[in-house]
């Protein structure tokens, strides 16, 4: 009996791309370090997050298509690579493996990625025609994240914008140097650099479009690039750029090209997964807690220690600072007492306001924080 092949379900195209999608992971996901690996068990299209607000949800994810004509050493989905099962999803197979979710609550909204199985306009035509659906036909109002491709022209980005709530572009690497070192078509200035930059301007204050977050994505340790060179990057992302958030994504040895700088680096994938978490903690510095980029310190080699999180070797190298004088203090100060976050420091202040004499040894605080806390404190 001759063997018959039968075309790929919707549901076989699902799952074979949107495990594809993990390898892009800036999805807005979580804050604790693996939430953005963890996905459904039975749907592997739906992601976790966490909201601003604190409380979890889903999103579905998925790319539209895992062929490529691009050449990312650190991707598996890269050209010229015969173990990938190539495949793609019609905009309007994906509205429909989508909708259900969204129609009956399970799911906060939908990201959209692909890889470039021809032009990066054609790829974002794709993606673009998607959310108009949605938009339009379906009148889906819920999170629809875009991912932006590289190389995309100004129209389509314009066009993204419009319809999208989030939309995101990779910038990989701190600067043109080490991107040459993943990808010889794409080019850092023009694919990269101008598309976030022509996004910016799109979602800048006062613009129609200033609703709409853009985020990007740093993956870490494919190439050479040290923390303070990310760090001084996402300075300027945040400073100059305004993005709403910055993701990173440690890179995971043998899923790249055997001669990309990360196959060869003495660091392992669990010091890689470390790293990516220190970077998220500097992140929420910047974001959070009124660090700069230039206050952030780093060992001999230009890395983040990986024993110590970065506020408590900030608060180990800053002596003259503290303690910090719980009677008296600013908000500004309290927010550089390791063990201190946003949340206890406004809850410490309430506190404080409503007459309460605040002690290092009797914080109203997790036993946790309030034990990270003490050494750093003093009463008045
Ligand atoms: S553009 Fe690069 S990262 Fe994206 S799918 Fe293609 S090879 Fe992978």
Redesign the pocket.
Known sequence: MPHLQTAPTLRDKLETLAA?AQ??LSCACGTTPDDHRRRGLDDRWLYPVTLQSGGRGLMFKT?LS?A?????R??????GRDAVRRCALSPEETVRAFMPYWTSGRVLGIFL????PSTPDAAMDRLIATAEILRRRERFRGVLHLKI??GASDAAIERAVQLASTVSL?I?TAGERHFAKL?AR?DYLKSVIAPLKRIAALTAPGMPRARVKATTQFVVGASDETDREIVRYMGGLYDRLRLHRIYFSAYQRGLGDPSLPGETSPATNADLLRREHRLYQTDFLLRKYGFSSAEIGFDPAGNLPLDIDPKEAWARAHPERFPVRLRTATRDDLLRVPGLGPLAVKRLLAARRAGARLRPDALPLRRDLASKARPWLAAE
């Open positions: 594809d390898y892009d790319l895992n490529c004509t691009n050449d990312c650190y991707c598996p989905l890269r050209a990625t692909s890889g470039v491709i590289p990779n990989e990808s794409k």
